[in-house]
């Protein structure tokens, strides 16, 4: 029997006023990080990515080249065109041989049903660099990351900040009031033993 490939939930966060990790707004990312995006894109080439439905049909449900694509749906009809379909994470990881790892890229039901099974989580933290480094407490919408529990240990804290864009709006209700620079850093998690 094959060894169980290493699961990796990777995700880009940012603050919502409510203080949750908000990694979106329906089924849209409230930001834009190229660089972010590159650093995905060379993290997940070669290796399965298993997301929900939601996250495949904001791709324009076309499957992320390069990738073996796993699209997760509780319809039993559901067909995602160059990818396979299963009902459950799960029956996804199972159904997963020869590989040393698999990638969880969203959206927030997924996340949330995908932390029992983890065994790394990969943030990239929108952050406000005047404010002691926190989150930055701008965004608005309605898909939240899951909390990371006392069972997860970080493993590379994310020192070094990135500028993502000097001139990102700031909004308030969804308008636009100012604009400043926006940073990030990637903080790597593992589940402890």
Same mark, same amino acid.
């Given at each position: 029997?094959?060894?169980?490939?290493?699961?990796?939930?990777?995700?880009?966060?940012?603050?919502? @006023?409510? $203080?949750? %990790?908000?990694?979106?707004?329906?089924?849209?990312?409230?930001?834009?990080?190229?660089?972010?995006? *590159?650093? !995905?894109?060379?993290?997940?080439?070669?290796?399965?990515?298993?997301?929900?439905?939601?996250?495949?049909?904001?791709?324009?449900?076309?499957?992320?080249?390069?990738?073996?694509?796993?699209?997760?749906?509780?319809?039993?009809?559901?067909? @995602?065109? $160059?990818? %396979?379909?299963?009902?459950?994470?799960?029956?996804?990881?199972?159904?997963?041989?020869?590989?040393? *790892?698999? !990638?969880?890229?969203?959206?927030?039901?997924?996340?949330?049903?995908?932390?029992?099974?983890?065994?790394?989580?990969?943030?990239?933290?929108?952050?406000?660099?005047?404010?002691?480094?926190?989150?930055?407490?701008?965004?608005?919408?309605?898909?939240?990351?899951?909390?990371?529990?006392?069972?997860?240990?970080?493993?590379?804290?994310?020192?070094?900040?990135?500028?993502?864009?000097?001139?990102?709006?700031?909004?308030?209700?969804?308008?636009?009031?100012?604009?400043?620079?926006?940073?990030?850093?990637?903080?790597?998690?593992?589940?402890?033993?």
């Amino acid at each position: 029997m094959d060894k169980m490939p290493t699961v990796i939930m990777i995700a880009a966060v940012g603050q919502a @006023a409510n $203080g949750k %990790k908000i990694i979106g707004d329906d089924a849209k990312l409230p930001w834009h990080l190229p660089r972010d995006l *590159r650093f !995905f894109r060379r993290l997940t080439l070669g290796h399965t990515v298993v997301m929900g439905r939601k996250t495949f049909e904001s791709f324009g449900k076309r499957p992320l080249p390069k990738r073996n694509n796993i699209v997760i749906s509780r319809n039993k009809e559901y067909v @995602a065109e $160059g990818c %396979k379909v299963f009902h459950s994470i799960q029956d996804a990881i199972n159904n997963v041989s020869g590989e040393e *790892r698999i !990638f969880i890229i969203g959206g927030g039901e997924i996340y949330t049903q995908s932390m029992k099974f983890a065994d790394q989580i990969i943030l990239t933290e929108i952050i406000d660099q005047n404010k002691n480094d926190n989150l930055f407490p701008l965004f608005y919408g309605n898909v939240f990351f899951p909390e990371i529990g006392e069972d997860w240990k970080i493993v590379k804290p994310g020192k070094q900040l990135f500028l993502a864009s000097n001139k990102f709006p700031i909004t308030q209700k969804k308008q636009k009031v100012a604009e400043r620079a926006l940073y990030f850093r990637v903080v790597w998690y593992k589940r402890k033993k």
